[in-house]
Nanobody, 121 residues
Framework: QVQLVESGGGWVQAGGLLKLSCRSN????????LGWYRQAQGKQRELVAV???????TYGEYVKGRFMMSKDYAQNSLNLHMMRLSPEDTAFYYC???????????????WGQGTQVTVSS
């Protein structure tokens, strides 16, 4: 049911800026958790950022102070603002959302298809 489509990936030089967007076909405010993962080639998936419905967003150790999320309710999108990018940030980025069932405590997770970010020196 939920569909997430990322955009904004591409090439950027070290120290530059890039904004990723994750657009949903559902109300972005209806999700219990929103966030981003990334996976560099040859490495395990790592959590970039997570934003619960109630509470502040949190960020991975390697992106703290450089990445920030925002919501665009008009576009039903979750954005990831990336600053002072490093070649170490090169990875495949994808967003996710979770929804709790109304009737039970069961949680459903949905994933976007991802977008590649490449940072050059």
């Amino acid at each position: 049911q939920v569909q997430l489509v990322e955009s904004g990936g591409g090439w950027v030089q070290a120290g530059g800026l890039l904004k990723l967007s994750c657009r949903s076909n559902e109300n972005i405010g209806s999700f219990d958790t929103l966030g981003w993962y990334r996976q560099a080639q040859g490495k395990q998936r790592e959590l970039v950022a997570v934003w619960p419905r109630i509470g502040n967003s949190t960020y991975g150790e390697y992106v703290k102070g450089r990445f920030m999320m925002s919501k665009d309710y008009a576009q039903n999108s979750l954005n990831l603002h990336m600053m002072r990018l490093s070649p170490e940030d090169t990875a495949f980025y994808y967003c996710f959302v979770t929804i709790k069932r109304r009737q039970t405590a069961a949680e459903e997770t949905y994933w976007g298809q991802g977008t590649q970010v490449t940072v050059s020196s």
